[in-house]
């Protein structure tokens, strides 16, 4: 094989690798440049090599795509075979009975792999609105975010991240096992997210910490990681500085006006309990499905005297995405402590908007 066709190959197999064990949709999938390699000599390999990569990938063995989706998937690679091949595959029709005969066993995965070899698998819901939230699954900020921040690794190693509205956790367990963050706080506000999320935590490796900001001496290669549930209207500036972020990140959380202002009034709240401490940076992923909402959300941090500026766009595509016709972008923001006296207004909400897995200590703005 010429090496710029093994180069088509590999980008042909990585692709399939990506997408399956991603349980992205089937018409997403390089189904044109596949043909176009089974009318060669070596298609049954490619086909060979696309099984292994996809149903026979060790991560799918352990942690499998729905049986639904698998069955989807296989049909359509015998029925692209079928199409270029008149000799049937023994293999596939295998493959295919193997996942016939299998049970739905629930929870089913979506895996993500990281450039360093490593994976991110989660317990995804397969609907985009499930139980009354649309935090169930993975969305298209959070991948872009998860990219953007494994390609500026300093701006987390070492340091405390508090992220807002963690979702399914793939941009945090992403920057936990590529970034090397000192601590990594994962949040929401819906109970039912916040129990996936804690079981996406520890399916990766980690275990939640009674405290982020007192790690085990025990273990040093990982970062410290808790789980907290915030409630944005409700949660306080010292509790939110109770975590002594050195970054804030939130991702695709920028979707009604409400929770745009609930967002920023969080900010803003922490921005004011500051003091004499380094203003954190934060970071905030979205994509702009409704520009009103893009508009409001800068209006919004206008008010709010929160600085900001939009990153490049970067076109680095590391995980596997569905169709997305929309721009997503990066806001980096500044959460610089109010000069006018007395903090930001609404600096005092009722005391019960957060809880973490074991309470989290308080203290008082300065």
Known sequence: MAPEESAEAADL??????????????????????????KGPLGSKVLLDILQKTVRHPVCVRHPPSVKYRRSFLSELI????AVQPEPLDELYEALAEVLMAQEAPPCHRSYLLPSGDTVTLTESPAIVSQGTTGLV???AALYLAEWALDNPDTFAHRTVLELGSGAGLTGLAICKGCRPRAYVFSDGHSRVLEQL???VVLNGLTPQADPADPDPCDTQRPQVAVAQ???DLVTGPQLAAFQPDVVIAADVLY???TTRSLVGALQRLAGCQGHLRAPDAYVAFTARNLDTWRLFTEELGRAGIPWEKLPRHSRRLFAYDEETVETSILKLTLAAPSHAGGPPGDHPPQDGMSLDTHGVSQTCE
């Open 256 to 258: 009604c006006p409400e």
């Open 230 to 232: 915030l409630d944005w």
């Open 198 to 200: 804690r079981d996406n």
């Open 138 to 140: 993975t969305w298209t």
């Open 13 to 38: 197999l990585r692709s399939f690798e990506r997408r399956f064990l991603a349980a992205r949709a089937l018409r997403s999938f390089p189904w044109q440049g596949l043909e176009e390699k089974l």
């Open 79 to 82: 029925r692209r075979h079928e």
